[in-house]
């Protein structure tokens, strides 16, 4: 009988394979032999497995073992999925049970619950779901590993650290273990942790705060913008010649790929006409365009607030009139057409390759430039509150709030050095 095997882009959490013949989970080797899966000869002792977490214990636990017949991957994950959906640990946990007491295992839970799970394994009603993205939900794990590995290198272990005994002292070591960190990276860290503790009070726990009055460091808010002088040489160096991109692939190996396509330049001339953000410039339509504005759905905020009201407008300038005009005749745009890659079906390609493609040709321009796509958007923020003023910036501007744009997007430094010699009385 062929051996079973789990394809890697199939793979849902939860399922695995053992093996009664080496008493074990098996994944892409024999523990036998040490050889590939596909060549183990014990295939009949081969079983499919549905594991869920279990919070009080902070590990995985078995669930169920599939009978031998149960051989085809694509029925497991229907049933597994069954299984999960009405599986609940509160109608088989003791009356004795409890809530982790010991700071992994309350993190486990907090993490479980940022990636939509209930405590008990179970996934939560739509409308409490967050649909974190992973880079922010990746953050969040490097803050919790960080403070555990301070913890560690003062000979305190997270695992049997009760969580009730976190107090100031472990904040004072977190401060000194993050002392070569930047700004940014330490104000993020403490507030991850200010976020786990409110978490914890919402499921019972009393208990004191140590991240509450941690006072947050001044950062350095870059805000680069682009010059046109720049922009144009990243226009004329982006060429499939100048596309090759030399990348580790790991294990010593060395390999090359194209960065090349033929709709970046008009993804960034877009970007900079009107400063949306990268999802947005690769969900526009032309059914968008309104008679002298763009009407922009505000999916960042959107997201956050689980809402589909938040819109922004996007004055339309000349030179984006004669943009859009060039794009619809290009590609024969109809209304419910992409403006940018109306060819292109994966949209989320063209959200993440217009930034990496951005950086790569920028780097030919200048190696040391700190310059990345996302300047564009402070680069239309700055010259338009240069022309505009506050009518940009509190009617039409880039965030419901203005102190926003103003914070974290506006160059004043540019601003200012158009402003000087101006004359007072004019």
Same mark, same amino acid.
């Given at each position: 009988?062929?051996?079973?095997?789990?394809?890697?882009?199939?793979?849902i959490k %939860?399922?695995y394979i053992?093996?009664?013949?080496?008493?074990?989970?098996?994944?892409?080797?024999?523990?036998?032999?040490?050889?590939?899966?596909?060549?183990?000869?014990?295939?009949?002792?081969?079983?499919?497995?549905?594991k869920?977490y279990?919070?009080?214990?902070?590990?995985?636990i078995?669930?169920?073992?599939?009978?031998?017949?149960?051989?085809?991957?694509?029925e497991?994950k229907?049933?597994?999925i069954?299984?999960?959906?009405n599986?609940?640990?509160?109608?088989?946990?003791?009356?004795s049970?409890?809530?982790?007491?010991?700071?992994?295992g309350?993190q486990?839970?907090?993490?479980?619950w940022?990636d939509d799970?209930?405590e008990?394994g179970?996934?939560?009603p739509?409308?409490k779901?967050?649909?974190?993205?992973?880079?922010?939900?990746?953050? &969040?794990v490097?803050?919790?590993?960080?403070?555990?590995e301070?913890?560690?290198?003062?000979?305190?272990?997270?695992?049997?650290?009760?969580i009730?005994?976190?107090?100031?002292?472990?904040?004072?070591l977190?401060?000194?273990?993050l002392?070569?960190y930047?700004a940014?990276?330490?104000?993020n860290?403490?507030?991850?942790m200010?976020?786990?503790?409110?978490?914890?009070?919402?499921?019972?726990?009393?208990?004191y705060n140590p991240?509450?009055?941690v006072q947050?460091?001044a950062?350095n808010?870059?805000?680069?913008i &682009?010059t046109?002088?720049?922009?144009d040489?990243?226009i004329?160096v982006c060429?499939?010649d100048? %596309?090759?991109?030399?990348?580790?692939?790991?294990?010593?190996?060395?390999?090359?790929?194209q960065?090349?396509?033929?709709w970046?330049v008009?993804?960034?001339i877009y970007?900079?006409?009107?400063?949306?953000?990268p999802?947005?410039?690769?969900?526009?339509?032309?059914?968008?365009?309104l008679?002298?504005?763009?009407?922009?759905?505000?999916?960042?905020v959107?997201r956050v607030?689980?809402?589909t009201?938040?819109k922004?407008?996007i004055?339309?300038?000349?030179?984006?009139?004669?943009?859009i005009?060039?794009?619809?005749k290009?590609y024969?745009?109809?209304?419910?057409?992409?403006l940018i890659?109306p060819n292109?079906?994966?949209?989320k390609?063209?959200?993440?390759?217009?930034?990496?493609?951005?950086?790569?040709?920028?780097?030919?321009?200048?190696?040391?430039s700190k310059?990345t796509r996302?300047?564009?958007?402070?680069?239309?923020?700055t010259a338009m509150?240069?022309?505009?003023?506050?009518?940009f910036?509190?009617m &039409?501007g880039?965030h419901s709030?203005?102190?926003?744009?103003y914070?974290?997007?506006?160059?004043?430094?540019?601003i200012?050095?158009?402003?000087e010699?101006?004359?007072?009385w004019?």
């Open positions: 009988m062929k051996p079973l095997n789990i394809p890697k882009k199939d793979r %939860g399922t053992v093996c009664s013949k080496c008493n074990t989970n098996v994944s892409d080797k024999c523990k036998l032999t040490g050889k590939s899966l596909s060549s183990c000869k014990h295939g009949e002792n081969h079983r499919f497995q549905s869920i279990d919070p009080a214990r902070g590990r995985m078995p669930l169920k073992s599939w009978p031998a017949d149960k051989r085809d991957y694509n497991i229907k049933l597994h069954d299984l999960i959906d599986h609940s640990f509160a109608a088989q946990k003791p009356k049970f409890r809530y982790p007491q010991n700071l992994r309350c486990n839970m907090y993490l479980q940022e799970m209930d008990f179970k996934k939560l739509a409308h779901t967050k649909n974190k993205g992973h880079k922010t939900k990746q953050g &969040i490097n803050a919790m590993k960080h403070f555990n301070c913890l560690k290198q003062n000979k305190i272990d997270p695992g049997f650290l009760p009730h005994a976190v107090n100031d002292h472990h904040m004072g977190f401060h000194e273990y002392e070569d930047s940014a990276t330490y104000n860290f403490v507030d991850t200010r976020a786990f503790y409110k978490y914890l009070g919402t499921k019972g726990y009393q208990l991240f509450t009055d947050r460091k950062e808010k870059r805000k680069d &682009i046109k002088d720049e922009f040489k990243v004329a060429t499939p100048n %596309g090759w991109l030399t990348e580790n692939k790991g294990g010593g190996r060395m390999g090359r790929k960065m090349y396509k033929d970046l008009e993804g960034w970007s900079l006409l009107s400063g949306d953000r999802e947005e410039v690769a969900e526009r339509k032309l059914s968008d365009l008679v002298f504005y763009i009407e922009n759905t505000n999916h960042k959107n607030t689980k809402s009201s938040h922004r407008v004055p339309l300038s000349w030179e984006l009139k004669q943009f005009e060039d794009q619809r290009k024969r745009l109809l209304d419910d057409s992409y890659a292109e079906s994966n949209r390609l063209v959200q993440n390759h217009l930034g990496k493609a951005f950086t790569h040709y920028m780097k030919q321009v200048d190696p040391d310059v996302y300047c564009l958007r402070n680069t239309y923020a509150t240069d022309k505009f003023g506050e009518e910036t509190k &039409i880039l709030r203005p102190a926003t744009t914070n974290h997007y506006i160059n004043q430094l540019k200012a050095q158009n402003m010699g101006y004359d007072f004019e």
